[in-house]
C-alpha cells in the first residue's frame, strides 16, 4: 500500500507480500476497507507515539488531522 497506494493494491498483493494465504487475510479482516482502517490506524498510533509528548498548538493538529483525513495537504 504504501508502494501503490490502497486503489493500486489488492488484497492478493497483501496476503502474497505478507506471504499468508488468503483466509488468513480473510479471517482477521472483512474486506480490504477494514485492512486499510487497520494499516491507517496503527500508523496514526505510530505517528501519536512519536510527535505525542510534542507540545503541537491546536491549530497545528487541527491541520494534521486535517491532511490526514485527506481534506488538505501541509
Known amino acids: 500500500m504504501f508502494e501503490r497506494g490502497v486503489a493500486g493494491t489488492s488484497l492478493e498483493d497483501v496476503h ?6 488468503p483466509s488468513q487475510i480473510y479471517h482477521s479482516f472483512k474486506d480490504k476497507r477494514s485492512l486499510v482502517k487497520a494499516v491507517i490506524v ?10 505525542g509528548s510534542v507540545s503541537l ?18
Open 16 to 21: 502474497a507480500t505478507a506471504e499468508v494465504s
Open 42 to 51: 496503527v500508523q496514526v498510533t505510530q505517528v501519536i507515539g512519536v510527535f
Open 57 to 74: 498548538s491546536t491549530a497545528a493538529w487541527t491541520a494534521w488531522r486535517r491532511c490526514a483525513r485527506g481534506r488538505t495537504s501541509l
